[in-house]
């Protein structure tokens, strides 16, 4: 039995997630869920494999403000580990005292790191790779998960910390900024809670789009500012932009196009899908000049509320 104990650049309150990160990576891998055990600093997993014959553990350790990740691959006998039944498919499950047993005994060996970890791991995995294939499968599968747990984490944070946004603003990096960021500034002076992306940070990267669905689906309504060559990027199924208009189509929230100086409806390129189109050809607002004036911000109101107001009425129609 070898083990592996690291700490993780995670916060205490990502420990459910990280959890199911790791459950996902060896069920999609083929191995079987054999219990769970959740303590008050302590949350452990065990998998056996397909062949029921090797089992690991994992267990994520609360230790001051810091979370550590523990875990072993060992032969799996039934007869010396205690099971409580099977699932619905006949696999065995660990009886909870088992698991907490198990993890116990990884959690207790001398703190190692990983580096070090992984060469001690060396010669018992590889030296038959037959019978260590299963082992070696494992610590493949963990140290796969907890590679991007760090940033997965940092987006998952941006998904529980966007459930309470009144408006979402939609932009440009490189033409509608400035005015994105003026518009953010001016309904945070008023109490609002706006969800703007920093214009530092790449807003087309894979984790980040799941914070921005998140946020649309979670703000009031949506506003799209519309600039000089707005849709030409729209024809990439990955690009920012029309990730967030379509988030805010299936979640149905209502979308206010804010049209700069220099957009034209006309000058759309060709492939950009008509969704998209029929999404921001709505009454919306158009701004004469910059900065945003009273009069703009008034507009913007008053478009949010008849836009909100008929979402109720439609909501109690239904």
Known sequence: MQVVNEEIKVSTKDI???AR?????????????AGYSSEKRCT???????????????SLEKKSNKVFCSYKVDEFDSKTIETDGEDEDGN?????GAIAALAASAIAFPMATLGAAIIGLGAAIFSDTTENEPIAQAISIIRRQLTDI???AFAQRRINNARRYDIFISYRHDKGRDYGR??????KKKGKKVFFYPPARNRIVGPINDATREAVNNSKVVLVILTEGFFDKCINKDDGCRAEIEAALVADKPIIPIRLPGYRSSAVPDGVPE???DAVNVQGVSIASLPPDVTAISEINLRMRVCLRKMRNEKVSE
């Open 182 to 187: 003026m518009l953010y500034e001016a309904y």
């Open 21 to 33: 990160r790791i459950r996902d990576g060896f069920l999609e891998d083929g191995w079987t869920n």
């Open 275 to 277: 969704h998209l189109l």
């Open 92 to 96: 065995p499950m660990l009886a909870v």
């Open 16 to 18: 459910p997630f990280v």
């Open 44 to 58: 452990s997993m065990a998998f056996l494999d397909s062949d029921k014959k090797f089992i690991a553990i994992i």
């Open 150 to 152: 760090e940033e997965a």
